[in-house]
Nanobody
Framework: QVQLVESGGGLVQAGGSLRLSCTAS????????MGWFRQAPGKERELVAT???????NYADSVKGRFTISRENAKNTVYLQMNSLKPEDTAVYYC????????????WGQGTQVTVSS
């Protein structure tokens, strides 16, 4: 079982930056792929960025060049650096953990609210 706790959300003006953190419990964090997802009101949850256990990354087209996902295995933490934020980035952001044997993300955090004002 993996428990995930997100932090770092808040209110920021358009063009600003935020860094989200997600800290995992357990000793096998380095073996998990990690992902950041978001869900805006009235919309489905969507992929934002992922990072494999080998630190390969993937981004949604809407955030490429603005967001950066990274991980620090010594701290069991994955980060999402968000720059040049836009009002359409407003959502609840969730991190997820995917074991190597799984095709999906069975572990989720509680989410952190990001609000970008225009």
């Amino acid at each position: 079982q993996v428990q995930l706790v997100e932090s770092g959300g808040g209110l920021v003006q358009a063009g600003g930056s935020l860094r989200l953190s997600c800290t995992a419990s357990g000793r096998t964090f380095s073996r998990y792929a990690m992902g950041w997802f978001r869900q805006a009101p009235g919309k489905e949850r969507e992929l934002v960025a992922t990072i494999t256990s080998g630190s390969s990354t993937n981004y949604a087209d809407s955030v490429k060049g603005r967001f950066t996902i990274s991980r620090e295995n010594a701290k069991n933490t994955v980060y999402l650096q968000m720059n040049s934020l836009k009002p359409e980035d407003t959502a609840v952001y969730y991190c997820g953990a995917r074991p190597n044997y799984s095709s999906g993300y069975p572990y989720w955090g509680q989410g952190t609210q990001v609000t970008v004002s225009s």
